[in-house]
T-cell receptor, first 117, second 113 residues
């Protein structure tokens, strides 16, 4: 099946620094990728939609200047958490659909556990 | 407001038991319902259901959709400790989230040896 690679799997950083998370579709093209945030024992909360070659679309309440998204190619989207604070500590997951098949099935990355000290 | 409700939120059973997880939805322009299993990291796809009454099966797992009752169940027979996970239900519908899905809160299933 389709594979989505997310890196890094875990990151610990100091408050005020920026962290970049990468999401790659390994064997398919994805014009659209999605970024989620998940708190312990909570469901996935969609943060933003990453669109290849254009600006990302953010969900209500998500600060676009804080969570910078870049989708420079059909296989790579990045999420940068800028000036991270302890309240940004969370599990971040990306997902993608295979643009070629038009399937509704989402394939998820393995997630990134961010801890801000 | 469109929503997806899963029950129970948490369930603890012994190995070998059979469990049934529930997902109900209130959405307009329903397209499909998906089940995911989430262990420590990423959710992995289990089933996609679009037609009512047709059971989908994969090993000890099976799922069925009831469009009349606006619900779906996920059955796991002869449970094993490896089945312990959060099971997420998501519904795709027109006008849903940008990803086209709305997720339920999940059922946290714990299988005790």
């Amino acid at each position: 099946g389709a594979v989505v690679s997310q890196h890094p799997s875990r990151v610990i950083c100091k408050s005020g620094t920026s962290v970049k998370i990468e999401c790659r579709s390994l064997d398919f093209q994805a014009t659209t990728m999605f970024w989620y945030r998940q708190f312990p024992k909570k469901s996935l909360m969609l943060m933003a939609t990453s669109n290849e070659g254009s600006k990302a679309t953010y969900e209500q309440g998500v600060e676009k200047d804080k969570f910078l998204i870049n989708h420079a190619s059909l296989t790579l989207s990045t999420l940068t958490v800028t000036s991270a604070h302890p309240e940004d500590s969370s599990f971040y997951i990306c997902s993608a659909r295979d643009t070629g098949t038009g399937s509704k099935k989402l394939f998820f990355g393995s997630g990134t556990q961010l801890s801000v000290l | 407001e469109d929503k997806v409700v899963q029950s129970p939120l948490s369930l603890v059973v012994h190995e070998g038991d059979t469990v049934t997880l529930n997902c109900s939805y209130e959405v307009t322009n329903f397209r499909s319902l998906l089940w995911y299993k989430q262990e420590k990291k990423a959710p992995t796809f289990l089933f996609m259901l679009t037609s009512s009454g047709i059971e989908k099966k994969s090993g000890r797992l099976s799922s069925i959709l009831d469009k009349k009752e606006l619900s779906s169940i996920l059955n796991i027979t002869a449970t094993q400790t490896g089945d312990s996970a959060i099971y997420l239900c998501a519904v795709a519908f027109s006008g849903g989230g940008a990803d086209g899905l709305t997720f339920g809160k999940g059922t946290h299933l714990i299988i005790q040896p």
